[in-house]
C-alpha cells in the first residue's frame, strides 16, 4: 500500500463532496449536507475560501482535509482552522490520518502560523484520543458559537 498526499484540483470535487458526505454519515448530520458540486467549485477553486488536500492510497482517494486561515490578534499571526479531516471507515488505522495532519502541520510551518485549531463532536472519543495523541489539547475554557444563515441575515438587518 502507497499512500501520497497531493493538494487538490477541481477535478477532485466530485472526491471532495463525496467524502464530506462520508463524514457526515459518521458523524450523524448527513441531513445537513446541502454542499453541491458547484458550490465546492465556487468557494473553494474560485473564491479560494478553503482549500482540501487529498489522500491517497495506491492513487486512489480515501481521505481529505479542508482547511482555511484564520488570524491571532494576540499572536499577530496567521492560523489554519481544520474544518474537516476524515479517512474512510475501512481505511484507518493505517495512519492516514496522521500523515494528513502532518502535512497540514508542514503547511501551516511554511506559512508561519501560529496555531492550528480544529473542532471535535464531544461524543467522538476514537477522534479526541488520536488528537490528544498527537499532542493536541482541548480548550475547555472555551465555548464555540455559531449563527445560522438565518441569524446572520437578522443581525445584519440591524
Not at 93 to 117: D, S, V
Amino acid at each position: 500500500m502507497f499512500f501520497t498526499i497531493r493538494k487538490a484540483t477541481e477535478n477532485d470535487i466530485p472526491t471532495i463532496l463525496h467524502l464530506i458526505t462520508q463524514l457526515a454519515i459518521y458523524e450523524k448530520l448527513e441531513h445537513e449536507v446541502v454542499a453541491t458540486e458547484e458550490t465546492l467549485k465556487q468557494t473553494i477553486f474560485v473564491q479560494n475560501y478553503a482549500e482540501v488536500i487529498i489522500g491517497e492510497e495506491d492513487g486512489q482517494p480515501v481521505g481529505f482535509a479542508l482547511f482555511f486561515h484564520n488570524y491571532s490578534t494576540f499572536l499577530s499571526k496567521p492560523g489554519i482552522y481544520l474544518e474537516d479531516l476524515f479517512v474512510e471507515v475501512e481505511h484507518r488505522g493505517k495512519g492516514y490520518g496522521k500523515k494528513l495532519l502532518a502535512e497540514l502541520a508542514r503547511i501551516a510551518k511554511e506559512r508561519n502560523c501560529g496555531r492550528l485549531e480544529w473542532s471535535v463532536l464531544n461524543w467522538n472519543t476514537p477522534s479526541i484520543e488520536f488528537y490528544k495523541s498527537l499532542g493536541a489539547k482541548p480548550m475547555d475554557e472555551w465555548t464555540v458559537y455559531r449563527m445560522t444563515e438565518q441569524e446572520i441575515n437578522d443581525l445584519a438587518a440591524l
